[in-house]
């Protein structure tokens, strides 16, 4: 079978939106309110993937929401009573949108909650220190007695080159291995993940499967595409030494799906809480009266048969410690730096 790469999610984002652009064609159907929120609710019966994982009933949600709809109501109603019933889903990548406002799913501010010790400040002042390097969208510096390269990637909306990865692992090129801190990072490129990856051991390995809705029934999924990792790496040499991936409950989309790549890397261990998850890509259409949606039309799969839509595990589970950081410790990056000091000591598999 012919073998599909990480950088064809871009191509399948690409796909996405040809197909939302097509579906953003008004149906022609009646614009009442009782039909409007008929019609999203039955959209999502059909197409959304994750009712399983998140534990949603969604015909309770019917039953609850429903009620609330009548005609005549005021589209500021309309709206608010079809956001809290996307809601229901717990899905940042879930949106209604109208010309008066935008929905957004208040999971993000739930996970936001469960980081709420991480300060820049600190990583600013005591570990890149006000006289960091920043090469492309990588800030970095060393750290213990310059044995440690430390590297902060903030959004994976920023670009990453192969001569950015380049310079910046030849600069670290006697350290005993490097941490990549992604916490808090909300997501974004496929490419800057295909990017990232590639300067791993690459050489075909399978990554992750992708399945999509194939059927309106919540379980129609089409057979699983395994995606695999690019050919060789972008670097001269592939990076073999200790990597610690630094992660919490705010990494989300982009940053799950790179952290799901980690399992297919011996060297590359993750550190700190569950990302955020994310694990799918959106899709959507136009409701009745002219407002657009998007939610999730497929799940991945993780190389140990594992769903990760709620989050994928690190290796090493570390808390940020609320005391530590008072006084400029960061713990999981210490954790990280003692690991990669013992010679990337063997992990369990998560």
Not at 88 to 117: A, K, Q, V
Not at 305 to 325: F, H, Q, S, T
């Amino acid at each position: 079978m012919k073998k599909s790469y990480i950088f064809i999610l871009a191509c399948l984002l690409a796909v996405a939106f040809t197909s939302c652009e097509k579906a953003f064609m008004k149906p022609d159907e009646s614009d009442d309110p009782v039909n409007v929120f008929e019609y999203l609710w039955n959209r999502v019966d059909q197409l959304y993937t994750f009712f399983d994982v998140k534990g949603v009933d969604w015909d309770s949600v019917h039953t609850v929401y429903r009620p609330m709809v009548y005609d005549g109501m005021s589209d500021d109603s309309l709206f608010s009573v079809c956001a809290a019933m996307l809601n229901t889903l717990r899905d940042g990548h879930t949106n209604l949108i109208s010309d008066f406002d935008i929905m957004r799913s208040d999971t993000i501010s739930y996970w936001m909650s469960e980081y709420n010790y991480f300060n820049e400040n600190v990583i600013l002042q005591h570990y890149l220190t006000l006289v960091y390097h920043q090469t492309g969208a990588i800030k970095h510096n060393a750290i213990r007695d310059g044995k440690v390269a430390y590297l902060r990637y903030s959004s994976f909306s920023s670009k990453i080159s192969e001569d950015d990865l380049k310079y910046i692992t030849d600069r670290y090129k006697d350290c005993d291995g490097l941490i990549l801190d992604l916490r808090q990072n909300g997501g974004g490129s496929s490419t800057n993940v295909t990017r990232l990856v590639s300067m791993f051991d690459c050489h075909e390995q399978p990554l992750y499967t992708v399945q999509h809705k194939a059927g309106p029934a919540h379980n129609d999924f089409t057979a699983p595409v395994t995606y695999y990792a690019p050919k060789s790496s972008c670097l001269d040499e592939p990076y073999t030494k200790p990597v610690a991936v630094l992660i919490d409950r705010g990494s989300f989309s982009a940053t799950s799906f790179f952290s799901l790549c980690t399992q297919a890397f011996d060297n590359v261990k993750l550190f700190g809480d569950y990302t955020g998850g994310g694990t799918g890509l959106p899709n959507g259409g136009m409701l009745p009266n002219g407002w657009t949606y998007r939610f999730r039309c497929s799940r991945t799969i993780g190389l140990d048969g594992g769903n990760y839509e709620n989050g994928v595990p690190p290796d090493v589970r570390v808390k940020l410690d609320a005391d530590a950081a008072a006084t400029g410790i960061d713990n999981i990056i210490e954790t990280a730096a003692d690991w990669i000091q013992s010679g990337g000591a063997p992990i369990a598999k998560r």
